[in-house]
């Protein structure tokens, strides 16, 4: 599910920035603490029956004390008390050295602990320091990587494919400017064909109308004089759609390298 994967990809990830010391690190802390804080505990116990151990010791210390200022008065009971007294005397001597034993030993135990507990942090900081210096410097890497990825694909934008790009577009446009041309030129030499045509078929009409009407018959030297009429019309119209054509293509031309010097 999400959560493996995740999983998966959190020890991949740490695995590649070596993250893993600084867990170790992390874990040490904390177990260390935990030490330090079991040691703390532990002298305070050792502390409180120490403490106990010398009260004790203190009183009974202080029995005796008494009774031998009382020695002159002593009786079977006072001597008995005695006794009593010496036995717990040497008992509670015992029970002393061994709890000052205790106490010193939970002392250096704490103190271990506590340097123990400093040293992991100390650790800890050493390894997040390394880690952290080794991120920066990947991310000086990687930013001079992306900066020299845009570099390039920068330079290859304006010397490779913006030169072939406008080199394209320059063609197309030249090429459907000719196209265009010639249509156009196609439809006025139609037009001009059509209009000559027209113009000859009713010269003809009207010179037939008047040679029916005239009463010395049909005008024949009248056609060659209207077939000349008609080549000359057409010559110029021809004439005129040449430089239509020779307008045309200059204002292509025009066009081209106006299209060519904004493409720059």
């Not at 040293?119 to 992306?146: F, I, M, N």
């Amino acid at each position: 599910g999400a959560e493996a994967w995740a999983s998966r990809a959190g020890r991949v990830l740490n695995a590649v920035t070596e993250y893993g010391e600084v867990e170790a690190a992390k874990a040490a802390v904390d177990a260390a603490e935990r030490g330090a804080v079991d040691a703390r505990h532990r002298l305070r116990d050792a502390k409180a029956a120490f403490e106990t151990v010398a009260e004790r010791r203190a009183g009974q210390q202080a029995e005796l004390s008494a009774l031998l200022h009382r020695k002159p008065d002593w009786g079977s009971r006072e001597l008995a008390a005695f006794t009593d007294l010496c036995q717990q005397e040497h008992s509670l001597n015992a029970q002393f050295a061994v709890a000052r034993e205790a106490l010193a030993a939970a002392e250096d135990a704490s103190d271990q602990a506590q340097a123990d507990f400093l040293s992991a942090l100390r650790s800890r900081y050493h390894c997040e320091q390394v880690w952290s210096d080794k991120g920066r410097r990947l991310s000086t890497y990687w930013t001079l990587a992306v900066v020299a990825l845009n570099t390039t694909m920068l330079g290859l934008s304006i010397f490779v494919f913006e030169p072939r790009k406008r080199e394209a577009t320059a063609r197309l446009v030249a090429d459907e400017t000719r196209q265009a041309a010639r249509d156009d030129m196609e439809r006025m030499s139609a037009a001009v064909t059509a209009g000559v045509r027209k113009s000859v078929r009713d010269d003809l009409e009207v010179l037939l109308k008047q040679n029916q009407a005239s009463p010395d018959g049909f005008d024949t030297p009248a056609v060659p004089t209207l077939l000349q009429n008609a080549r000359t019309r057409q010559f110029d119209s021809l004439s005129q759609l040449d430089q239509v054509g020779w307008q045309l293509t200059l204002a292509s031309v025009v066009a081209l390298i106006t299209f060519g010097i904004l493409g720059r």
